[in-house]
Structures are given as structure tokens and as C-alpha cells.
């Protein structure tokens, strides 16, 4: 049975041995090098498990091919400087770890919020723009509801609470067991007939409106509508406050 290195030793010689073959000759050159390991033991799926350095690839830094990439490779025998006036170009393996070098090299990692965990190179938003524009275009909720639409809505539940009362109570056991739960069908009834009008706000960072539950409803200035992804204690507009109270008083020190 061959090993693993005899396997790669062979593959690397043939590719050494025949780089200037013609390309008409190559697929059938390759057909007979497969032949030849699968009589010594290697199953033809391991050309896409088995992993080497290609041989076109002097750099001990270049990532592992396939047997089965580095073939087709050679199958293919790219011409490079044909390639350059074609439409869709077709690049070799030297060519395309040169390009991932120097893109690399190029490219840093925009955040919109600082963290412990980022990678060597990363930029961050508010390093030369305070109003956070990317952020502020990418997450920023636009107000799709005023006030006046949150009422109207509010009313209609309370004209046709039936639905609602049957969406959202629970006449199961472990709510009768517990009436804390407030989730039997006339808790919910009584729970819409109590809706306040008072109690709808407009958040100052959405602008949507919302119906604060705060005993001391008229101060609620932020609604919690959305969870944090990160801090689940907290809404998005309530992080978005407090970020932005920071940088105020940031400046101000």
C-alpha cells in the first residue's frame, strides 16, 4: 500500500518532471499517473482529501491544494500572458497567491463598535468620523409608525379584542395553577381594556412610536421595543442613548 508522502513525492516529481509538456498531451499524461497510484494502493477519492504544497508554489507560506486542484492545474496549463487580454481571465496558482498577498496587505476590517476580539489590522468607525455614518446607515431604524397610527391600532384592539384575547391567552394547566401568569383569557381581556393612551411615547433615537409600560410613563423618552444583541437587558435605542451620552460627556471632560 503507497503512504501518504510516497503519494505526494510522486505527484510533485510528475509535475516537475513534465512542466513543458504540450497541452494536448497533458490530460492523458495525468490519466496515466492516476493509473499508476490507483494500482499502488490509492483510491482516486483521496485526490480531494489528500493536501500538499502546490509545486507551482515556491513560498513555504502558500496554503495546501488538492491533488485533485493541483492536476486540474496542470491540465489546464494557464498561459498567463494570454490570459491578460481575456474577458474573464483565468489565473495560476502563483498568480492568484500573489493577488491574495497584496489584497491583503491592502485591506483593513471596518467596526462600528470596539471590541477585545479583533484581528490585527482592524479600523474603527469612530477613529475619523464621530457621526458614525456606515453604522448609522446600516442599522439606523427609520420611523414606520407616528403616534397617531399607534392609537388608532390600540383602539381597534380594543373594539375587537376576541381575536386577540384568543391569540394570546393561555387556558392550559400551568397557567390556572399560577394566576401570577395573568395569561388566562380574562386577564388579557381586562389587560387591553386597560390600555392607556397616555402611555404612547415617540422614542427619541427611532422616532417610532411606542407604548411605555414605566410606572412613570410621561419620563420614558427611549422605548425598548428591540432587544440588544449583545446586551439583552437592554434595548437597541437605550444602547444608542447611552453610547451617545458617553461621547458627550466624553467631550465635555
Not at 113 to 129: K, L, Q, S
Not at 192 to 203: E, F, G, H, V
Not at 220 to 245: F, I
Request: aromatic share 8%.
Amino acid at each position: 500500500m503507497i503512504t501518504r508522502q510516497e503519494i505526494y513525492d510522486k505527484v510533485k516529481a510528475f509535475i516537475i518532471d513534465n512542466k513543458d509538456a504540450p497541452t494536448a498531451w497533458r490530460s492523458e499524461l495525468v490519466h496515466k499517473l492516476t493509473d499508476e497510484l490507483e494500482a499502488a494502493g490509492c483510491d482516486r477519492a483521496r485526490y480531494w482529501t489528500l493536501t500538499m504544497r502546490h509545486p507551482a508554489l515556491l513560498r513555504k507560506s502558500a496554503e495546501l491544494f488538492s491533488i485533485g486542484d493541483i492536476l486540474a492545474d496542470y491540465i489546464m496549463n494557464i498561459d498567463e500572458i494570454a490570459e491578460r487580454s481575456a474577458e474573464y481571465p483565468v489565473h495560476g496558482p502563483e498568480r492568484e497567491f500573489r493577488e491574495e498577498v497584496k489584497r491583503t496587505a491592502r485591506e483593513s476590517l471596518l467596526r462600528t463598535e470596539r471590541g477585545e476580539d479583533y484581528e490585527p489590522g482592524t479600523v474603527y468607525e469612530d477613529t475619523f468620523n464621530k457621526s458614525k455614518p456606515v453604522e448609522d446607515a446600516l442599522f439606523e431604524p427609520c420611523p414606520n409608525m407616528t403616534a397617531d397610527e399607534l392609537r388608532t391600532e390600540l383602539a381597534d384592539i380594543q373594539r375587537n379584542s376576541a381575536d386577540f384575547v384568543q391569540r394570546y391567552a393561555d387556558g392550559s394547566a400551568w397557567n390556572r395553577r399560577d394566576s401570577a401568569k395573568r395569561r388566562t383569557p380574562v386577564d388579557v381581556r381586562e389587560a387591553i381594556m386597560r390600555l392607556d393612551m397616555r402611555r404612547i411615547r415617540l422614542c427619541a433615537v427611532c422616532g417610532n412610536a411606542f407604548y411605555s409600560h414605566s410606572p412613570q410613563y410621561g419620563r420614558m423618552k427611549v422605548c425598548d421595543v428591540v432587544a440588544h444583541l449583545k446586551r439583552r437587558d437592554m434595548s437597541v435605542c437605550q444602547v444608542a442613548r447611552d453610547n451617545a451620552l458617553n461621547l458627550m460627556r466624553k467631550r465635555s471632560a
